[in-house]
């Protein structure tokens, strides 16, 4: 036998599952996905400014919810130059440039963010 008992009523929770509908995910996410790439650009090792000028997002939704993909598009001969500077690189002359970990310290807050404003979302309802 399973007993179910509660204290009080259902009303937060039946107040968020009638918003719930009218909320659009995509422009939630926008506001995380530009300040991620603000950070992201703000982070980045400088140069010519040019890796730092090509962050981009895209939101995409799969069957479990929606992702955000941060994206650089400053290549060179192929290779993604935001990528090596993150991990690091060989050089033509058998050297090596060692990654300097810019991505992970950018991009922390605005998961902190997320999770921060998501749980403020599901408790204040």
């Known amino acids: 036998m399973i007993r179910f008992k509660h204290k009080g ?3 937060n929770t039946e107040r968020f ?4 509908p009218t909320l659009s995910p995509v422009q939630i996410l926008e506001k995380y996905a530009r300040a ?3 950070a992201l650009a703000a982070s980045t090792p400088v140069a010519s400014g040019k890796t730092a000028a090509s962050w981009d997002y895209e939101i995409v939704q799969n069957a ?3 992702t955000i993909y941060w994206t650089n ?3 060179n001969e192929g290779v993604n130059i935001a990528v090596i500077l993150q991990y690091g690189h060989g ?3 058998g050297g090596y ?3 300097i970990d810019y991505i992970n310290p950018a991009i922390r807050p605005i998961f902190d963010e997320i ?4 749980w403020k979302e599901v408790t204040s309802v």
């Open 9 to 11: 009523d259902f009303k």
């Open 115 to 118: 999770a921060n404003d998501a």
């Open 36 to 38: 991620g790439v603000n």
């Open 97 to 99: 440039v060692q990654g």
């Open 17 to 20: 599952f009638k918003i719930a």
């Open 64 to 66: 479990n919810g929606y």
């Open 73 to 75: 598009s400053n290549t």
């Open 91 to 93: 050089t033509g002359t």
